[in-house]
C-alpha cells in the first residue's frame, strides 16, 4: 500500500473512533469498543473497518455492532465534511472476535494446566 494510503487508514480510525464516542448518540451502543484498524483500497471506494467489542451480555454486544454498522452514512458525511478529500470510502464495519477467541484459548490452557497440577 501507498504511503498516502496508510495515512488515510490511520486518519479513517481516528476519526470513526472519535465520531462513535464522541458524537454519535445512539442508546444501542452501550458497550466498550474498539477500532482496530481500517484498511481502505487503492481506490479508495471501500474500506473495511475492524471493530472489537468488549462485552460479557452477547445480546448488548451484538446491538452496539449493529448500531455502529447502522451510522456508517453518518460517520462518512462528517468525515467528508471534516477531512480535506475528494473521496471518502464506503466503510465495511467487520465485528473482529480474535481478543474473544485468544481469551477462550486462555482459559482452556488454563484449565489444562490446573488439572495437570492436580495430578
Do not use: W
Request: proline share 3%; net charge neutral; hydrophobic share 35%.
Amino acid at each position: 500500500m501507498t504511503d498516502r494510503v496508510n495515512k488515510l487508514n490511520a486518519e479513517f480510525k481516528r476519526y470513526i473512533a472519535e465520531l462513535l464516542t464522541k458524537k454519535v448518540k445512539d442508546p444501542r451502543i452501550t458497550e466498550m469498543f474498539t477500532i482496530l484498524e481500517v484498511n481502505c483500497d487503492k481506490e479508495l471506494s471501500s474500506a473495511k473497518v475492524y471493530v472489537s467489542i468488549f462485552s460479557t451480555d452477547a445480546e448488548r454486544d451484538a446491538k452496539t455492532f449493529v448500531a455502529i454498522r447502522e451510522n456508517e452514512p453518518y460517520i462518512r458525511r462528517e468525515i467528508s465534511k471534516n477531512m480535506h478529500i475528494r473521496k471518502v470510502p464506503q466503510f465495511d464495519f467487520i465485528l473482529d472476535t480474535s481478543m474473544a477467541y485468544g481469551q477462550k484459548i486462555n482459559e482452556i490452557l488454563n484449565e489444562i494446566s490446573k488439572d495437570g497440577d492436580n495430578n
